[in-house]
């Protein structure tokens, strides 16, 4: 299986910050690379995928990068509906592997 | 716009078989090349897929679970399913349902959009 690794686990900032966050593929994955947000009591929710492209009706503070196998998203200035909690997904061959989140809290 | 919404026991007893079902609305689980998935998250601990039913019925689970989990679909509520038997303490975990997509031409593989809310399933007796 495909390990994937996040970092930070978790992340204290301030609303305006700019925030990154890191994830690792265990083994080449190409862009085969998704971003999902998790709010409490909801459903996540598909941010980014193929690494870099923003889903619709996404906000255009959220950015992805990366390929091969290491990837970040970024938030360009957190707003108060960004904290929560971010998680990695790789697509590139079944089993579908996931990072273990990053939870946003505020400062 | 594609909704989803689980249901089914919120407390199963160990060695018995976990089963929860998926409702689907604004959508077909019988068409548009779409995989019907199941992902799970045990409380503090990252999520893991368990497996799809393809539209087309075929379908493909996580090799760490395989010997234990059916995915089935029943078209003529636009459901899938999902069984677990033989449940331990380690099944204790948030169920989510997920349409699995390709995105764009170039991917071969699923991601996970939209997801359902979930619900928690205790094994215990």
């Known amino acids: 299986d495909i390990q994937m690794t996040q970092s930070p686990s978790s992340l204290s900032a301030s609303v305006g910050d700019r925030v990154t966050i890191t994830c690792r593929a265990s083994?080449?994955?190409?862009?085969?690379l998704s971003w999902y947000q998790q709010r409490p009591g909801r459903a996540p929710k598909l941010l980014i995928y193929?690494?870099?492209t923003l889903q619709s009706g996404v906000p255009s503070r959220f950015s992805g990068s990366g390929s091969g196998t290491d990837f970040t998203l970024t938030i360009s200035s957190l707003q108060p509906e960004d904290f929560a909690t971010y998680f990695c997904?790789?697509?590139?061959?079944?089993?579908?592997?996931f990072g273990q989140g990053t939870k946003l809290e505020i400062k | 716009q594609v909704q989803l919404q689980e249901s089914g026991p919120g407390l199963v007893t160990p060695s018995e078989t976990l089963s929860l079902t998926c409702t689907v609305s604004?959508?077909?689980?019988?068409?548009?090349?779409?995989?019907w998935s199941w992902i799970r998250q045990p409380p503090g601990k990252g999520l893991e897929w368990i497996g799809y039913?393809?539209?087309?019925?075929?379908?493909d689970y996580n090799p760490s679970l395989k010997s234990r989990v059916t995915i089935s679909a029943d078209t003529s509520k636009n459901q899938f399913s999902l069984k677990v038997t033989s449940v331990t303490a380690a099944d204790t975990a948030l169920y989510y349902c997920?349409?699995?997509?390709?995105?764009?031409?170039?991917?071969?593989?699923?991601?996970?959009?939209?997801w359902g809310q979930g619900t928690l399933v205790t094994v215990s007796s």
């Open positions: 997920a349409r699995g997509r390709i995105p764009r031409s170039g991917w071969y593989q699923p991601l996970f959009d939209p």
């Open positions: 039913i393809y539209y087309t019925g075929s379908t």
């Open positions: 193929a690494a870099s």
């Open positions: 604004g959508g077909s689980v019988s068409s548009g090349a779409f995989y």
């Open positions: 997904q790789q697509s590139s061959s079944p089993p579908y592997t």
């Open positions: 083994q080449f994955i190409n862009f085969y």
